[in-house]
């Protein structure tokens, strides 16, 4: 398995446009996560899924930002519109099941300007 | 509500020094810790896993430790090299929740 695939792996964007981060988890895992990682607050969680349903989204700073599981190869975070208080490194992880290891993709660094 | 915190947030060592980096939590009730290093503008990727019910896991010079009712876990690097700069991260997993992180200890190994 290629890992946890997340795109774009970085992106700049103007402020109050719409951004959508994308990831791909590994196949067979069930639970997805989004996390954000600034300097200042380090890893945040966002999200998490549990085969394809939202289980958590305590995380989600403001209704700018929501995240979609299509199916169980896929999941989308979305931030609309975009603000320059947006801007970290977005991380997309998945695992099979609680007691195993996570797996993190490359993340993807949003700069919003 | 859990709490994860790493000390000290960075650390600098010589070439060959033995080093011990520190993660405490607040909440006992875990399923596992996970210990993670993360390179400059990359993913995490995993080092260790300790389930609740272990003390202790090994892979290589790296040994993790774990006492669960005291709430701190331990990574023991031994003979640490250049190579080994990274920032180490600390990762509880709750059940029915999703794993909460440390801010990290940023280590540097000088040649």
């Known amino acids: 398995d290629a890992g946890v695939i997340q795109s774009p792996r970085h992106e700049v964007t103007e402020m109050g446009q719409e951004v959508t981060l994308r990831c791909k988890p590994i196949s067979g895992h069930d639970y997805l996560f989004w996390y954000r990682q600034t300097m200042m607050r380090g890893l945040e969680l966002l999200i998490y899924f549990n085969n394809n349903v939202p289980i958590d989204d305590s995380g989600m700073p403001e209704d700018r930002f929501s995240a979609k599981m299509p199916n169980a190869s896929f999941s989308t975070l979305k931030i609309q519109p975009s603000e320059p208080r947006d801007s970290a490194v977005y991380f997309c992880a998945s695992w099979g099941h609680p007691n195993t290891e996570a797996f993190f993709g490359q993340g993807t660094r949003l700069t919003v300007v | 509500k859990q709490e994860v915190t790493q000390i000290p947030a960075a650390l600098s060592v010589p070439e060959g020094e033995n080093l011990v980096l520190n993660c405490s939590f607040t909440d006992s009730a875990i399923y596992n810790l996970q210990w993670f290093r993360q390179d400059p503008g990359k993913g995490l990727t995993s080092l260790l896993l300790?389930?609740?019910?272990?003390r202790e896991q090994t892979s290589g010079r790296l040994n993790a430790s774990l006492d669960k009712s005291s709430g701190r876990s331990t990574l023991y690097i031994a003979a640490s090299q250049p190579g080994d700069s990274a920032t180490y991260l600390c990762?509880?997993?709750?059940?029915?929740?999703?794993?909460?992180f440390g801010k990290g200890t940023t280590l540097s190994v000088s040649s």
């Open positions: 300790i389930q609740s019910s272990q």
């Open positions: 990762a509880v997993n709750q059940a029915g929740t999703a794993l909460i």
